[in-house]
Every structure is written in C-alpha cells, then in structure tokens.
C-alpha cells in the first residue's frame, strides 16, 4: 500500500479512486466525512496545508465554506491538475519533504493518505515542522477491519494499513503533545456486483475475483478514524 511505484499507479488517473468512492453510495452510520469537516469547522483553519488532497474538493469546501488560504500537495500530477480546474494553489510534492518553511501553516490535513506513505514518521514530522506552535494536523485513516466483508469475498491480504485506527496515536504522538481520536463506523449496503467489481479493480495488489454468484446485497462494515493531532 506504500509502496511509491504502486502509489503512482494508483492515483495517475482519477478512475480508481472513483471506483473506491462508489462503493459507499448506500451507507448508514457515522460518516468520516461529515466527521472529518465539523472538526475542519470547529477548528475554523487560516493558513492551511492539504497533504494528499486527491481531486481537490475538500480543499476547495475549505476555501469556500471556511474561508481558508489552502496550499495543496500531492505525488500525483493528476491529482495537481485537478486541484487547479478548482482554482487551488496546488503543487506536485511529496509529505515527506515539503516544500515549505518551518511555522508556515495553522492547520494541515492528511485524509487518507499516510498509509501510503513509504516513511510514515518522516511525513509526520514534515507535517509537524510546518506547523506553527499550537497548530493542528487532522489525519484521517481507516480501521484494520475496514471493509472486512469485502476484503474477505476477494481474499485481500491482511496487514497492509501501515497507518491504522490501531496505531495511528502511536504515530502521531511522537510529533504531538495531544492526541485526540474520533471514530466514524457503518455499514455499506452494495447491491450492484459491478460495484464490488469496480472496487476490486481499482486495487494494486493480488486479489481474486468477485464470484459470480455473490449473494447480494452485501453489507460490508466501514471503519474509520478521524486524529486531531496538536503540536
């Protein structure tokens, strides 16, 4: 999952990530989005820094719902060009070097996107360098058990979160004074095969196929975190 050729395979095109987004069209439950941006409110972030940013649309919400100056960063060129339909000031960069000065953001947001990163503690550190002293990085990630049915169904191997529910604290608090975690946890109802198809294919890794005659629907458990790290 951090491995950066596969990264880049990952994300050179927008269709993956789609796909991965698809799945939850039918959820009930907690959702780490709405989680995620009533924490982003709460805070009510100035100068703020989006790691990973993918198509660009949370930086984009900041900007226009809270009023935030949004820098955006992402491996992918992609991802980058995106960001700039949406009139964000976005770069090609990688978390684990920024290309920013020491104390220059309030806030910095990782959605998604340190279990990708090939040295976990180095990002980390990045992140907290940009920061000013009381500033706040929010990391979101998912559970170990996330998605558990599915991965199941397609015989996903396990153990490959390196930044998970589960020791996401211990990350980040060898950067930060405080911690804080909030759990957002549901379940998916998919009734089209094509969906779990869809996601399947989305993947790097070696999985097996969807059977045929999977038993719809399939209530797959979501799992998923949201970290408030202060420094």
């Not at 820094?49 to 060129?77: I, P, Q």
């Not at 058990?145 to 529910?165: I, K, M, N, Q, T």
């Not at 196929?209 to 790290?229: M, Q």
Request: with cysteine.
């Amino acid at each position: 999952m951090n491995d950066p050729s596969n990264v880049r395979v990952q994300y050179a095109r927008e269709d993956n990530l789609r796909a991965r987004q698809n799945l939850y069209e039918e959820r009930e439950g907690s959702d780490p989005f709405t989680v995620l941006w009533d924490v982003l409110t709460k805070i009510a972030p100035h100068r703020t820094l989006e790691a990973g940013g993918g198509t660009g649309e949370l930086a984009e919400r900041m900007r226009d719902e809270l009023g935030a100056d949004v820098s955006f960063v992402d491996l992918s060129s992609r991802m980058v060009e995106l960001a700039h339909e949406r009139g964000i000031d976005a770069q090609v960069a990688d978390v684990q070097a920024l290309p920013f000065a020491d104390e220059s953001f309030d806030t910095a947001v990782a959605a998604w996107m340190l279990y990708h990163v090939p040295d976990i503690d180095r990002g980390i550190a990045e992140l907290a360098r940009v920061l000013v002293p009381g500033g706040r990085l929010v990391a979101v990630t998912n559970s170990e058990l996330h998605l558990r049915e599915l991965r199941d169904l397609v015989a996903y191997p396990a153990g490959l979160l390196p930044f998970s529910r589960e020791n996401g604290e211990e990350f980040l608090g060898r950067h930060f004074s405080v911690v804080e975690r909030l759990d957002a946890d549901g379940v998916v109802t998919v009734r089209d095969r094509a969906k779990l198809v869809a996601y399947r294919e989305s993947l790097t890794v070696k999985t097996e196929p969807v059977p045929e005659d999977v038993e719809l629907p399939l209530f797959v458990h979501c799992a998923s975190s949201i970290f408030i790290a202060l420094k």
